[in-house]
């Protein structure tokens, strides 16, 4: 494995577990994967390799942000696909995109699943107050190291 694919790796897992540990994710997390990936990109291919690594940023940034405007994603997510853009490129990125849109929707539908046997379950007894979203974190890592395992 290169570089490439640790840096992705550890922002991955980075990413996930603060999501699903505070429906959130830190600044410093896509912050660190802006970094990393415009310092890879530059390492790789020079001056050339930093414009790269900005365009997949904006792709990567762009590529979801509807679904934040619409209220959908949070702006983690967002942040999060810009650094993978930064790391992978702006064509690359887009690629990833695909992967994570198709991952998230199985995730989605994993959960709103798990979430109804579990009204069903408990109806007849006091109901809980459950947080409506959706960690996307997962699925934005999963999705991005598979676009990186499949090339």
């Known amino acids: 494995m290169n570089a490439q694919v640790w840096i992705a790796v550890l922002v991955g897992l980075a990413a996930t577990v603060d999501d699903l540990r505070r429906r959130q994710i830190s600044n410093w997390i896509p912050v660190a ?38 209220g959908g994603m949070g702006g983690g997510d967002i942040k999060l696909m810009a650094g993978f853009g930064a790391l992978l490129g702006a064509l690359p990125v887009l690629k990833a995109a695909l992967w994570v849109a198709g ?5 989605a539908l994993s959960v709103v ?23 996307y974190a997962p699925a934005i890592a999963l999705g991005v190291w598979i676009s990186l395992v499949t090339g």
């Open 33 to 70: 994967a802006l970094a990393a990936g415009l310092g890879w990109q530059m390492g790789q291919h020079g001056w050339r390799g930093s414009l790269d690594a900005l365009a997949g940023a904006a792709a990567g940034f762009a590529v979801f942000l509807i679904f934040y405007l619409l």
């Open 103 to 107: 991952i998230g929707g199985i995730l």
């Open 113 to 135: 699943a798990v979430r109804s046997i579990k009204k069903a379950l408990r109806k007849n007894q006091a109901s809980s107050v459950e947080d409506p979203s959706i960690p």
